[in-house]
T-cell receptor, first 119, second 111 residues
């Protein structure tokens, strides 16, 4: 159980174009999903928290108009990188929190990541 | 913001040796998590800790939630080649908070 998928696994695009990345919880419902970014040989950095049916909460320094997040259902969140530039090239990873989790339980299950390369 | 200091940054050990790594935080966390990440993949949860002082094992892995709630360690006993990878600690305030990650410990095992 607790499987999270991402699509695509790898994408190459031209500068100025937009790219959409999907994150799905396959066997559980996720009221909250998270988007992280990881540059080579660095740690994961939280970009935003995606809540089903409401606006995403962005971390300081993350442009909400550039990284559009939609969480339309309990099993799907999407991240759209708009007008991508080479500096947006990174490994984007989503995670999902099981909606059935209660109390202090905060296990997050990660997707396999999406490698974005902007030329 | 919250910061996690994870050490060591890398470890070169012989197969069969025990491994120890730790994380310290500038502030309190309500949840500590340890993940392993292989190249090009997402992190995989190894151990989750929810109470200060809690000691939890998962096979050859043992982790503890520090009593001050500002630190945690992970031990791996009798390392094997498939233990190679990058290990991350992560902390959360709980609820629907995102995770704050340490910088990772790169484990390299020499046969």
């Amino acid at each position: 159980g607790a499987v999270v998928s991402q699509h695509p696994s790898r994408v190459i695009c031209k500068s100025g174009t937009s790219v959409k990345i999907e994150c799905r919880s396959l066997d559980f419902q996720a009221t909250t999903m998270f988007w992280y970014r990881q540059f080579p040989k660095q740690s994961l950095m939280l970009m935003a928290t995606s809540n089903e049916g409401s606006k995403a909460t962005y971390e300081q320094g993350v442009e909400k108009d550039k990284f559009l997040i939609n969480h339309a259902s309990l099993t799907l969140s999407t991240l759209t990188v708009t007008s991508a530039h080479p500096e947006d090239s990174s490994f984007y990873i989503c995670s999902a929190r099981d909606a059935a989790g209660t109390g202090n339980y905060n296990e997050q299950f990660f997707g396999p990541g999406t490698r974005l390369t902007v030329l | 913001g919250q910061q996690l200091n994870q050490s060591p940054q890398s470890m070169f050990i012989q197969e069969g040796e025990d491994v120890s790594m730790n994380c310290t935080s500038s502030s309190i966390f309500n949840t500590w998590l340890w993940y392993k990440q292989d190249p090009g993949e997402g992190p995989v949860l190894l151990i989750a800790l929810y109470k200060a002082g809690e000691l939890t094992s998962n096979g050859r892995l043992t982790a503890q939630f520090g009593i001050t709630r500002k630190d945690s360690f992970l031990n791996i006993s009798a390392s094997i080649p498939s233990d190679v990878g990058i290990y991350f600690c992560a902390g959360s305030g709980g609820g629907a908070d995102g995770l704050t990650f340490g910088k990772g410990t790169h484990l390299i095992i020499q046969p």
